[in-house]
């Protein structure tokens, strides 16, 4: 067994074949968890190389096991891929996507110099052989011969395997690759060169290369299976006290500093699908702070190396103990936010509203405004958070995508860092109002109340949001407006309180109404923000359920419960009953108390500029002809391949398709069993009986825009 750190330039530089083995599992990386990260990082260091000329970033991008075979008949080398056989071959990918770019902008010599590594010699070729270095043996070869073979620009939507998630890979990295390309203020020329050389040369592997004898099944066993992996804190903890050697610190000393060694730091954390350390986590968001830039959990450890050797121009004492104190401040921060009868100040109230959202993208911006480094006053910081705050609980209640709030806050960091006390308050409104993206606006007034006034509350957010939300009102009755103080009294303990429904979910017993058109009114307005409180404790069912007057009525228990502000308007205006008309009243006073909590700045009134869907190919999916009226429910759809002309299939609600007595999730699903499992672009499979193919219908909605 031979063990060599090198680079794509090392392991791809020389004719070979590394071969993917039949029996491993199909290509499954993804935009979100490793594209996107992976670009991120080369375009980071290319721009280092960029601004910092002579001067070489490298980004570690893990292992990868070989194992030697046979000599081809031509005399090339063959490869099986033991392990690692995602990260080779979305590099070939990347590389073979930039060498199009390239391509595609009169670069020909330097795409030359990446298809050398994707592509052996034609001399190395033999009759009817495939030139690409990597090659796969199971399901994954069409899709990835036919995307590495096409010759650019190529047109991925009349690929034969267009939808697989290599030729969507491919698609990602090209179009990335050449917007990059296309923006910068240097030439494309020096920037091509900077991002060959980092594709070449700037991405470390470590090879581990068996002979044919050794057993490859005992390693990949002790790679994947065996131990426990280490997180970004571990890594970053062992390249610290490296680091802090090397400067002549006293490890010993430093380490009764290093904060991360109690049950706090060490407890397990979810963000998303990823689950990691809370010390690992904090990291990742204490970077994100320092450099303003989104960073993958999965990228901390690399992003913290580079930033720490090549952008934070101290040493790493001084940066432990920057991190110290941070992390003493967090924890504080988090575990009072978590005390339901502590006086919270604006930073842990912010905290505990953001923990029962499940939102961890605005910790940055509380390190940043909290650091040692900065002097913002606690009334300039508590702004800046109603601000971050209410831009996100906006969206919240509209219940927007959350995907592109954590980039909008780090840019938003990088953007603002450095404002004077003066003025940063006003340049980070400034920054969110001027979002006009439908995934990152800050949404106005007008909106949220046409929204709020008809939408089902208890059904579209959880027990605890609900809580949290109602518990703002309440608040906002005892004189909270925002984050300024209270003139009659203290904060609502954030206790678990019963969330009630004041007209009862189920009134029919004692809350009758003359027909069946008031029967649906009555139904759809139960569950509005309108008709829901707090309490301290459940009702009695029978009192909850029971009708509203009467000594014994619920109006009666209500206001033996009476410990809430905001349930004493209920009792005090219902004395003639409690109906729809009440629920409407109340609805608009709880969308003021939830607009004051949650301000937005005088005049901004939360326009986009891409409110209206657009599509694309890429985009478009069968659902958006159901939807667009395209595409009628009960359509039947005949096959327009001749091998398959009896195949027929019946549209169902939501693009899906019945086809032979099943129902499959889209017409796409249904065409491969067609094809007894092997994939194709649907669009052109499928075509309404007597009528336009799907393809056609789809190049119908996107001339509708």
Known sequence: MKTDLTTPQGIFGMPQHLTVPIYQRPYVWNEEEQWAPLWADIRRITEHRLDSPGVSAKHFLGAVVTQDAEAGPVGVQEFHIVDGQQRLTTLQIALDAAAAAFQQRDASALAARLTFLTHNDAMFAGHDDSRLKLRHTNRDRAAFDEVMLAEPPIDYAHLDHGDSLIARAHEYFTSHIGAWLDAGPENITARADALAMSLQHSLELVIIRLAPDEDSQEIFETLNARGTPLTAADLIKNYVFQRLKAEGQDTIEAYRRWPFETKFWEAEVSVGRFATTRSA???????????????????????????????????????????????????????????????????????????????????????????????????TVAAVIDAVESWIIRRRLLRLQSSDLGRVAAEMIAAVRGASDADVVDRVQHYLTSLQSASTYWPGDEELRSTLRSMHFYRRFSQPMQRMLLQAVEDWYRGYTSSGPSKTGIRIHRDKHQVEHILPRSWRAHWPVMDAAAEAERDDVVHRLGNLTLLTGSLNASVSNGAWLGKDGKRAALERHDAFLMNRPIVTSSADGWDEASIARRTDELIDALLSTWPVPAGHEGKTVDRVVRFSKATTSYANLVDAGLLAVGTALVCMDGRWPDACGTVLAGGQMLYDGKTYSSPAAAARVVRGGRSGNAWYFWKVEGGPSLNDLREQLLQQG
């Open 281 to 379: 986590l904090f990291l990742g968001q204490w970077l994100v702070s320092q450099v303003g830039k989104e960073i993958s959990p999965r990228s901390t450890f690399a992003r913290f190396k580079f930033f720490t050797e090549h952008e934070a121009g101290r040493s790493m004492s001084a940066l432990l103990d920057l991190i110290t104190a941070q992390a003493a401040t967090y924890q504080q921060l988090t575990e009072i936010a978590a005390d339901s009868h502590a006086d919270l100040d604006r930073a842990a109230l912010h905290l505990y509203r953001m923990s029962v959202a499940q939102v961890e993208m605005t910790k940055p911006i509380i390190l940043w405004l909290t650091s040692p480094e900065t002097s913002y006053r606690p009334t």
